[in-house]
């Protein structure tokens, strides 16, 4: 999966919007546990 995005989260919210917009919607508190556990994940690998 290439992200040209800068923001990794966010165009993957566009993408997965993008199929299926109505359907689809992050709440806060997902976007938070999303970032963090992207977070934790980059960490434990670097």
Do not use: C, H, Q
């Not at 919210?13 to 999303?34: H, Q, V």
């Amino acid at each position: 999966m290439i992200l040209k995005s800068k923001n990794p989260t966010r165009s993957l919210e566009e993408s997965l919007g993008r199929r299926n917009s109505k359907e689809y919607r992050l709440s806060e508190k997902d976007k938070a546990l999303l970032k963090a556990w992207i977070s934790w994940v980059s960490l434990s690998l670097f």
